[in-house]
């Protein structure tokens, strides 16, 4: 990792994806502040897309176990809106290989064992057991810049939890299954399902949470004309 110094380098570098969580309670008023910072993402005209819905109670049970049910059931939607590039670039699908790899290399999930696989997929639908379960949507009028706006706005959620001591896991997965979501909790048609997000205080002692990811060298990322 690059050599950073600084309260905010530290915030960004020690930021992972968390799949296990401690069942310590998320107090109101601290997930108010966090979407306080997401708010204060800038957006073009200020447009400020998108919502964060808060699931809770009945309400998430129920969601969970259909959406649990649906995955089980083998049932597949149309996504409200596509994410992977089609074909996916073999330098893309080389990242998402070793994506996958770092997670269930940290269970001991074998690349040929479908059942623990599909195990830990089903967990994104209960939001990975977190205290704290939001779906994030956004108006199905909005093209591509309402989505980078949004995009921002949720890493500022995720980069408050962190500076918090909260930890988080965007979940495009619960993005598989919009009109169920949408009919289950009574949403407008025109909310597009962005993702999930998963939010708590960390379980060290979980093995998921050892998942550790790379990235690229910068000058694959950043180059300089003129
Ligand atoms: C929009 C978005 C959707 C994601 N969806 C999922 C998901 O459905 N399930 C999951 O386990 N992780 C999901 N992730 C987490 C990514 O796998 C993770 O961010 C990536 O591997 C980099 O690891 P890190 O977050 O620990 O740095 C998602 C991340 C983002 C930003």
Redesign the pocket.
């Known amino acids: 990792m690059d050599d950073q110094s600084g309260v905010f380098s530290r915030i960004t570098l020690g ?3 968390v ?1 296990a969580f401690l069942p310590n309670a998320v107090g109101d008023d601290l997930l108010r502040q966090l979407l306080q910072s997401a708010r204060q993402a800038p957006s073009g005209a200020n447009l400020q897309p998108g919502s964060f819905i808060q699931v809770r109670g009945l309400a998430r049970e129920r969601l969970s176990a259909e959406l649990v049910a649906a995955f089980r059931a083998g049932q597949q939607e149309v996504e409200d809106y596509a994410y992977f590039p089609k074909p996916m670039p073999s330098l893309l699908r080389r990242r998402q290989v070793a ?1 996958a790899r770092a ?1 269930y290399g940290a269970l001991g999930i074998a690349r040929e064992d479908r059942s623990a696989r599909d195990g830990q997929f089903e967990r ?1 639908f209960r939001f990975f057991d977190a205290p704290v379960a939001l779906l994030i949507t956004i108006d199905r009028d909005f093209g591509s810049g309402g989505y980078m706006d949004l995009g921002m706005a949720i890493y500022g959620l995720m980069l408050a939890a962190e500076a918090e001591g909260l930890s988080t ?5 619960m993005a598989t299954y919009p009109g169920l979501i949408r009919r289950t909790l009574g949403l407008d048609e025109k909310e597009t399902l962005v ?1 999930g997000m998963a939010i708590g205080y960390a379980d060290a002692a979980a093995p998921v949470n050892a ?1 550790r ?1 790379t990235r690229c060298a910068l000058d694959e990322y950043f180059r300089v004309i003129g």
């Open positions: 930021r992972r994806s799949r994506a997670l994104n896991c965007a979940i495009g997965a993702c998942t990811t």
